[in-house]
């Protein structure tokens, strides 16, 4: 799909996280629509290394670059000889995903220096290079604040969603101070979609409860989750937000989601519908003190200035993902 009028082809782009969900994807997309940009992607990949959460440091995998034909370049956003071996490119366009994306990591030096100082160094690049800064904040700047989250209005609650908010203070420093330049951040919502599955236990609840379903269980919602509504955003809708990115009315943050709230519920059901199910639903105590009940997205901003327009329905980019799904079932997570 081509969604606006900018030839990415002959260009060069960086993209940083290009062997994780968000990353991969934009990779692909450049790759199958614009034979002729050079792409590159930077990312750590995986290591056995883990939080003391139990999860990965990492989830970028090589499996989700399979079939990727662009430059590869291993390298960790803390480690400024690794951001070095960029400069052997002039980029017209970096999308920065890379990030510590497990909003349940507490070590505050950690995410810190993962997603914040490296963004200088990273702006820094795009300024010396004139390069379009297209990064990835978060919803997770939001908080627990009431619906609809609006950008201006946040209150970040863990590490993760500070760490965001403080890149997108960030970027509106450097861009009112480099008036010509072109820096947006995206709020992403919840992302669903192929190419997630390395995340494991931080993927979707569109993959989870549908592994579980294929297991032939009861899937696993806490209680009252028909009332838990969260602005849940196909990958496709994600990539059309950072496409249309590169052609801003107005540099800033913007939100991503479709700004219609859907249950988990809704999630179950429409899964089962799809994989002809009839499991019911197995409810569970939430175990969680203010937990977000209910997100979603003022997206009036991101329509008006990046011509954003979310296509995707809950029940269209479930139906899509569930061959995907099917694939993906019982496949090993190393
Ligand atoms: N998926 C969502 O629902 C969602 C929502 C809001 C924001 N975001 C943001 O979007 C971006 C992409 O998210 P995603 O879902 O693709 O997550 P992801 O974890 O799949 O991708 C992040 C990538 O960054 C890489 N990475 C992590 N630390 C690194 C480091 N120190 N050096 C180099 N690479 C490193 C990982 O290996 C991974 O490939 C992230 O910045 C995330 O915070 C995602």
């Known amino acids: 799909m081509i969604y606006n009028d900018i030839n990415f082809n002959q260009k060069t782009i960086l993209i940083t996280g290009g062997a994780g969900f968000i990353g991969s994807n934009l990779a692909f997309y450049f790759q ?6 050079k792409v590159v992607v930077f990312d750590c990949f995986r290591s056995e290394s883990t939080f003391t959460n139990g999860n990965l440091q990492s ?3 090589y499996k989700n670059l399979i079939g990727f034909t662009g430059d590869i370049v291993c390298g960790n956003l803390i480690n400024k ?3 070095a071996l960029l400069d052997d490119y002039k980029f017209d366009y970096i999308f920065h995903q890379a990030a510590i994306s497990d909003t349940r990591v507490y070590d505050q030096e950690i995410v810190m220096k993962t997603n914040v100082n490296s963004f200088f160094d990273l702006l820094n690049k795009a300024k010396k290079d004139d390069d379009v800064m297209i990064y990835a904040s978060s919803a997770a700047t939001y908080g627990s604040l009431p619906s609809p989250q609006t950008v201006g209005k946040e209150h970040p609650e863990n590490p993760y969603g500070y760490s965001k908010y403080a890149m997108d203070q960030i970027a509106y420093r450097y861009a009112r101070e480099n008036p010509g330049m072109t820096i947006v951040g995206l709020k992403f919502f919840n992302v669903y979609g192929p190419r997630e599955y390395y995340k494991a236990r931080t ?6 409860l549908g592994h579980q379903i294929l ?13 838990i509504l969260r602005d849940f955003i196909n990958i496709d809708d994600v990539v059309q937000a950072n496409i249309k990115a ?3 009315k107005q540099n800033g943050t913007y939100n991503v989601g479709t700004g219609t709230p859907r249950s988990f519920q809704d999630i179950a059901d429409i899964l089962q519908a799809e994989l002809a199910t009839d499991l019911g639903t197995e409810y569970i105590v939430n175990p969680y003190d203010g937990y977000q009940m209910h997100t979603q997205a003022d997206i009036t901003m991101s329509r008006e200035y ?14 899509t993902y569930i061959p995907e799904i099917k694939r993906l079932h019982g496949e090993p997570l190393d």
């Open 306 to 319: 990046l011509d954003f327009d979310p296509i995707t329905s809950l029940e269209a980019g479930i139906k």
């Open 59 to 61: 989830f970028g995998h």
């Open 215 to 227: 297991d032939g269980k009861a899937p696993r919602l806490f209680e009252g989750s028909d009332q």
């Open 81 to 83: 000889a690794d951001l």
């Open 32 to 37: 199958d629509n614009y034979p002729d940009a």
């Open 203 to 208: 993927s979707s609840m569109v993959i989870q």
């Open 246 to 248: 590169c052609n801003p």
